[in-house]
């Protein structure tokens, strides 16, 4: 099987502003960039401030906006979801936006890749775990191997990652990706 030519969709798993899950996801295109494969980010922080209210359920389709964001999704079989941990599991603005998407086709036999970061030991574990139940009931492949980045904030400054295995881990990732 060859690899794909459209560009892998990083999506940061937070709305949140300036935050980490958007460094790592920058680091993440970087080695996307190395491995000469396209990537596009795309950030929760864009999301319409409305969304939940003006893009899900009955007005599916009527938020041009968040029209914009699904159709990139449309263009991709491939995808890595840098996901924080919040509150023992992924960010509830991750789950809105996988529920405003169309149903069953968005994901439906398409590739995943999930990094997990924490500021505990656990590396969003159990986050990881949950949106690989998501996408399973979805229809999408996830790669075997989720990288879990615990501790970020001491092994992350000026986009560089210290910690060695960290780094190998997700370059390992990423080239499975690019050949799944």
Do not use: C, W
């Not at 680091?27 to 999301?47: E, K, R």
């Not at 509150?87 to 603005?93: A, D, F, M």
């Amino acid at each position: 099987m060859t690899p794909s030519t459209s560009p892998i969709v990083i999506i940061v798993g937070t709305n949140r502003p300036n935050s980490m899950s958007r460094k790592i996801a920058e680091y993440y295109q970087g080695i996307l960039q190395q491995l000469h494969a396209p990537s596009i980010i795309l950030d929760l922080v864009n999301l319409p401030d409305d969304f939940t209210v003006s893009a899900l359920y009955a007005n599916s389709g009527k938020n041009e906006a968040f029209n914009n964001l699904k159709s990139l999704l449309e263009q991709t079989d491939k995808f890595v979801f840098i996901v924080p941990e919040y509150n023992g599991s992924y960010p509830g603005v991750l789950k809105a936006f996988i529920d405003g998407l169309p149903y069953p086709n968005s994901f439906s036999n398409k590739k995943a890749a999930l990094v997990g970061l924490s500021s505990n030991m656990q590396g969003a574990a159990i986050a990881l775990s949950h949106l690989n139940d998501v996408f399973s009931y979805l229809g999408m492949n996830t790669l075997a191997l989720r990288v879990k980045l615990a501790q970020i904030r001491s092994h992350y400054s000026d986009n560089v990652i210290s910690n060695a295995l960290y780094k190998e881990l997700l370059e390992i990732q990423a080239g499975q990706l690019i050949h799944f």
